[in-house]
């Protein structure tokens, strides 16, 4: 009788969830779903991100939509913690009817509300996030063999467009092991909780790929999130009483910038390198015109580039959001939306997840002219792999090459060389 009753309830809301969709439909617009932080310590990331994608859903808006359908973005402040962000997926899908999921930001919150998505068979698209808890794909032959297996359906579900944490690290590894930094002069300090642990097993594994066995021995600091608390972290780093010559960092840029200013004092001499979550330009603000030597990687093109796209993401937020200046994240987002409209078109008139992701399958990279690699196919749902490198020089980040990146190391420690 009990089983009965909970196969009752299973299916009303199956149905209910169906009908709120439909209906939001045949009303003439596409609801999509979006939860960020719009407030607290790294409220900028999600206000960014849905300026990016609002801007470019507003040029489509008001070119008549996509068939004449309207694109609706629900957004609701998580505030960057799982818990909030678990319950307003929830509510998105089962009350507002969302079709699908663009921008949500974070590693946390999408440990929180993927299972609820794959659950519901909805798709989380573009997430501001590198973790690799959102790209089942790396292990391509197991789910070639398994297309069953609950791997394969999260994969499904999950299309991303950044670079994995794991990308970005390697790449920073890659480039600071051949400018002459050596792997024990190099620290690690990250946020504590899914996203820091996943770009440090990421740096690790760079070094471990290297040949450096002593992995346990990396100076390592953590910081609690959503909390400027990095004071133990630093200590843990320095009581490894080595030689820093650079250290690597996986946070937000509120902790991030005190850490910084902390740790500049107490290691001197050492570069400073964050994988591109932190938020450029908000650390740059809060390093209030440092001389420090402070990197920050990049999983799009510099907003000041001459990519045709990136002039037109240029023109559409100043004409709709006047008062926002460029970044790196609300482009991030600007791209996403434009690639999910390119996919809309080309699900034959099917606006549910399914027919979305089998648009977004369809879409032919090589024809868009963005001007950097993309690809995406049944089994690799991330889009870009590019890395690139900013620079933080006083209030802005300056686009450096990686081989400009190696020559500076290069020089820095060479100068410290001579003076030791």
């Known amino acids: 009788m009990k089983n009965n009753v909970l196969i009752l309830i299973v299916l009303s809301l199956i149905l209910l969830v169906s009908e709120t969709t439909t209906l939001a439909q045949e009303n003439g617009s596409i609801p999509i779903g979006m939860s960020a932080a ?45 818990k909030y962000a678990a319950s307003n997926v929830y509510n998105l899908i089962n009350k507002n009817g969302v079709t699908a999921f663009i921008g949500n930001v974070g590693t946390p919150t999408a440990k929180a509300a993927t299972p609820i998505t794959l659950e519901n068979e909805i798709l989380y698209y573009a997430p501001f996030s590198g973790s690799s808890l959102l790209r089942p794909y790396d292990k391509r032959e197991f ?47 990250t946020q504590d909780d899914s996203y820091g642990y996943d770009g440090y097993r990421g740096a690790v594994e760079a070094l471990e790929n290297r040949g450096y066995i002593n992995s346990k021995e990396i100076p390592y600091g953590t910081y609690k999130r959503n909390s400027l608390n990095i004071e133990n972290g630093l200590l843990e780093i320095l009581h490894s009483r080595r030689t820093i010559r650079a250290v690597v960092i996986v946070g937000s840029y509120k902790p991030v910038a005190k850490f910084i200013k902390f740790a500049s004092k107490l290691i001197p001499h050492a570069v400073f390198i964050n994988v591109s979550f932190v938020g450029c330009l908000p650390l740059a603000e809060l390093l209030d015109n ?52 390119e996919g809309l078109k080309k699900s034959n008139g099917d606006y549910s997840s399914d027919g979305i992701i089998k648009g977004i399958e369809k879409i032919d990279f090589e024809n868009l002219k963005l001007g950097f690699d993309l690809s995406l196919d049944e089994l690799d749902h991330q889009i870009s792999d590019n890395v690139w490198l900013t620079k933080i020089n006083k209030d802005t980040c300056e686009e450096v090459s990686w081989s400009e990146f190696r020559n500076y190391i290069e020089e820095m420690n060479s100068q410290q060389y001579y003076q030791e």
């Open 143 to 189: 789910l070639i063999k398994t297309k069953s297996s609950r791997e394969y359906h999260a994969n499904k579900y999950i299309i991303n467009f950044r670079a994995s944490y794991a990308q970005e690290t390697e790449k920073i590894i890659e480039n600071l092991i051949k400018s002459g930094i050596k792997p024990y002069e190099i620290a690690i300090f």
């Open 290 to 341: 440092t001389t420090d030597d402070v990197f920050v990687t990049q999983v799009v093109p510099h907003f000041n580039s001459d990519l045709q796209l990136v002039k037109e993401y240029k023109q559409d937020l100043k004409k709709y959001f006047p008062d926002a200046e460029p970044n790196f994240v609300s482009l991030e987002g600007y791209i996403s939306a434009y690639l999910f409209v």
């Open 38 to 82: 719009f407030s607290g310590p790294a409220k900028q990331l999600g206000l960014n991100m849905r300026e990016g994608v609002e801007a470019y859903f507003n040029k489509i808006n008001n070119q008549g939509g996509v068939n004449g359908k309207k694109l609706e973005l629900i957004s609701i402040d998580d505030s960057y913690e799982p």
